[in-house]
């Protein structure tokens, strides 16, 4: 396994620490800070994995299937603590992890058509969003802090819908090869 497959590994292996520590009271205050570190280091783990395997040619099969699980699973499993602090509206989350079901159902009918589905920019920059949203929720600094989160949410969800629309718009051909 290469370092860019086991940076993706070792992302899905913190999710479930960074959710303990951030639905958990065992540590205080202390244990969001912790929660918070986790999700930084995951969420870079991100950009290294795929900046290491584009630079070396590592790129493989298993890291084109499990980087984007792994990006998904992160950023879902802290939206819905998120939901459950009060600091984040279910609907949005609903609407953030449809688009994320979507495009999967998309990417595999696609693929058995043949098709690859590369991640777009839109995508790209949805996830960064979403990213600095949670993490800005999470810190929870308060005054202006609030109403970063508060913009950064829009940003996120506007971002969702319209990397949604360009994956769908791009790839229409799927939706009319494969029995659909």
Known sequence: ??????????????IPFFVFFMLTDLFGGVGKWIALALFCIASFTDYLDG??????????????????LADKLLVCAA???????????????????????????FRLVASDSGIVIAASYW????????????IVLIADLGGVFNIIG???????????????LDYVIKNKQVLTQGGW
């Open 150 to 164: 508060q913009i950064s949410v829009w940003i996120a969800l506007v971002l969702t819908v319209v990397s949604l």
């Open 79 to 105: 939206m819905i603590c998120l939901i459950e602090l009060g600091l984040l509206s279910s609907w949005i989350v609903v609407i953030i992890i449809s688009r994320e079901f979507i495009i999967s159902g």
């Open 51 to 68: 900046h290491i395997a584009r630079k070396n040619n590592l790129i493989t099969n298993f890291g084109k299937f499990m980087d984007p």
């Open 1 to 14: 396994m290469n370092l860019p497959n086991k940076l993706t590994v070792l992302r899905v292996i913190m």
């Open 123 to 134: 995508g790209k920059f949805k996830t960064v969003f979403q990213m600095i949203m949670i």
